[in-house]
């Protein structure tokens, strides 16, 4: 039933793959990259979509080289990118608490935790330079917590049974993107980066050679302030645009996150992998009304010291003071002995989402369950935890007007991350020639779950010490023919813009864009969210059709096209997610299997586990857009250093 949705078209393979030992390939291949001269690299330019943790880094690192960049960014500063929001840490195999913590183990636990679904050569050069990492932002004062010695402090994440997550109390992506930003700053100042602020990336311009060969030449973007389509043109572009949750609505992202400029970009050929693969965290503030428009991290870090229960008895709705301790169930200290709370953030989720479905959970609508620290409190004292998680638990008294100190928090799983995005090769390449993707934007390292911790690893790797050398390999080859404003394929990614913002404004219909894209979101969350199913997917894809049709016949966007107008930036966002969201039912559709945080409810062990289907599935969904039926490229996966082989954190 699922090829009514899709055709299945060539298979793929990363051409760009070094091979040889594992520990030696990214060596092995940065020393065979070409170089550019410095007094070259002047004469070339790059444009940098995005200036969270990846795109800043990136942008400063090639401006620092010598290059000139473009940086664009829809907020009014680099420092309000969404990075800003992380809490927890950032992974680095420095073993500093000398607990058996190395490059190997980083690497095999970033494989396992995404459920064998991952790239052995980009995890293992991940686990690679995120030892660089902590030295790079140490060097630039980022305020790591330290031991009293003085020594940079530890703790742990979910799915590791060592400590390697360096933190800044629960700001580490705040500390982080502002040293990033004061990097990108420097650059701006000396003038190789031209910052653009305010700017919305609506379309790719991909211009031919004179041989034929495609390449990234530009963006058109939207002046958010005035509302003017400008142009703009490189020698190569590189998204680092973040992810794609926002298309479930309600989302620990903020509200500005979007899908458009990977989107537009698929739109124009770059294979979108495995769009079916979204996060959701176990540790969130639950949803307290329709009112919302977004939704609370809290960070993975709480389960350190914080114990999950809920009661033995389905419907206890005592205060939770009130009930003893042999009438609750610490259930994942039950179910995985090994791990205890500090399982994978996939497992946390479902085993949420069962005790709730049996009745047993806590809060309004039985949608949440405890988080409590008295035994933490009661083991450190009250002043050591406040140290540690201070800031994160005045954040949830504030929200939601209880006292964590004394009361257990209350928490339910939603969407935090996407593994999914563009696909790329070694070098961060996508398909396109020239286009380039970086950080949560692609689809790289994560497999089918990403571990707590690694997404500030990834960005930063990808930002710092990948594309600074992959790029300049690219770049080697140019100064490519110039491109002019007046060129064909430039005029008609430009009047595709203009068309469609005139198009949205011309509808004049009855529906505001939030209504649809809060129905969207409802569809995304009941049947492509934490459990899925052949049935459920199939409704979906139609469901979001209908709606989209709607949207397309009956929205209304106020105000005009050449001025600030919120709602036609939404409107533009909400018209990518349709598209998008029907994708991400096709692709877990297909994909027959339970991996990580996709979860097919016709594919389960008997005790309620993921059950992958290796011999089947084991390759990336690489989907190429035709504006129709979407044809899959697969890229088997090949494993030579990690044994594939059914999770177990029991």
Not at 268 to 294: E, L
Not at 637 to 646: R, W
Request: hydrophobic residues 35%; negative net charge.
């Amino acid at each position: 039933m699922t090829l009514d949705f899709h055709v299945v078209g060539d298979e793929i393979r990363d051409t760009a793959a070094p091979a040889g030992p594992i520990e030696k390939r990214w060596d092995e291949h940065r020393a065979h990259m070409n170089l550019v001269n410095p007094a070259n690299r002047r004469k070339l330019s790059v444009i940098m979509v995005g200036t969270g943790l990846a795109g800043a880094s990136a942008a400063a690192t090639l401006g620092e080289a010598g290059y000139h960049v473009k940086a664009f960014c829809y907020q009014d500063s680099p420092r309000r990118a969404h990075s800003i929001a992380a809490q927890g840490g950032i992974n680095a195999a420095k073993n500093y608490r000398n607990d058996g913590d190395s490059i190997y183990r980083l690497f095999y636990d970033t494989v396992k935790g995404g459920d064998f679904r991952a790239r052995e050569s980009n995890v293992y050069r991940l686990a690679q330079v995120s030892v660089n990492i902590i030295d790079q932002c140490v060097a630039q004062g980022v305020p790591f917590a330290r031991e009293y010695g003085g020594l940079l402090d530890n703790r742990s994440f979910g799915g590791v049974q060592v400590s390697r997550t360096f933190y800044a109390r629960g700001q580490t992506g705040q500390q982080l993107l502002l040293g990033a930003y004061q990097a990108l700053e420097r650059q701006i100042g000396a003038g190789t980066v031209e910052m653009n602020t305010r700017h919305e990336m609506l379309e790719l311009i991909m211009v031919p050679d004179a041989d034929g060969t495609e390449r990234a030449r530009g963006i058109i973007v939207r002046n958010m302030l005035t509302g003017e389509i400008e142009t703009h043109l490189a020698d190569a572009v590189v998204l680092a645009t973040g992810g794609y949750g926002n298309v479930f609505f309600l989302s620990t992202n903020a509200m500005g996150s979007n899908v458009t400029a990977t989107w537009r970009a698929h739109r124009k050929g770059a294979y979108f992998a495995n769009p079916c693969y979204t996060q959701i965290h176990p540790t969130c503030i639950p949803v307290s009304g329709d009112y919302q428009s977004k939704l609370t991290l809290m960070s993975e870090s709480l389960r350190n010291d914080g114990r999950i229960w809920v009661p033995k008895k389905a419907g206890d709705d005592r205060h939770p003071a009130d009930i003893p301790e042999d009438e609750r169930d610490y259930y994942l200290e039950r179910i995985y002995p090994s791990f205890g709370n500090l399982v994978p953030r996939d497992i946390a989720s479902r085993a949420a989402k069962y005790q709730c479905d049996a009745g047993k959970g806590v809060g309004p609508g039985g949608l949440g369950v405890y988080l409590d620290f008295a035994e933490a409190i009661e083991r450190l004292g009250r002043p050591a935890v406040e140290a540690k998680y201070g800031n994160l638990f005045d954040m949830y008294a504030r929200i939601t007007g209880e006292d964590p100190y004394t009361r257990p928090m209350r928490i339910y799983p939603a969407v935090h991350y996407t593994m999914g995005g563009l696909w790329v090769d070694y070098d961060l390449q996508s398909n396109l020639t020239g286009l380039f993707v970086a950080g949560e934007a692609n689809f790289s390292d994560h497999g089918a779950n990403r571990l707590g911790a690694s997404a500030l690893m990834q960005g930063l790797a990808d930002g710092y010490f990948v594309l600074p050398y992959t790029l300049a390999n690219y770049l080697s080859h140019a100064p490519y023919e110039k491109v002019s404003e007046d060129h064909p394929r430039v005029v008609e990614a430009r009047q595709a813009v203009e068309e469609r913002v005139q198009k949205l404004l011309s509808i004049n219909g009855t529906r505001t864009v939030d209504s649809f894209h809060k129905e969207l979101g409802q569809i995304m969350w009941d049947y492509c969210g934490m459990e899925r199913t052949e049935e459920g997917l199939i409704k979906a894809i139609q469901m979001i059709r209908d709606l989209k049709a709607e949207f397309w016949s009956n929205v209304k966007v106020t105000g005009e096209a050449e001025e600030l107008n919120q709602t036609l930036e939404r409107a533009n966002r909400v018209a990518d997610f349709f598209e998008l969201g029907e994708l991400m039912c096709i692709d877990a559709l297909h994909r027959r299997e339970s991996c990580g945080g996709h979860f097919r409810a016709e594919s389960q062990t008997e005790d309620g586990e993921a059950l992958r289907h290796d011999d089947e599935f084991a390759y990336v969904a690489a989907w190429e857009h035709t504006g129709n039926q979407p044809i899959l490229h697969k890229e088997p996966l090949e494993y030579e250093y990690v044994e594939m082989k059914a999770r177990s954190y029991k």
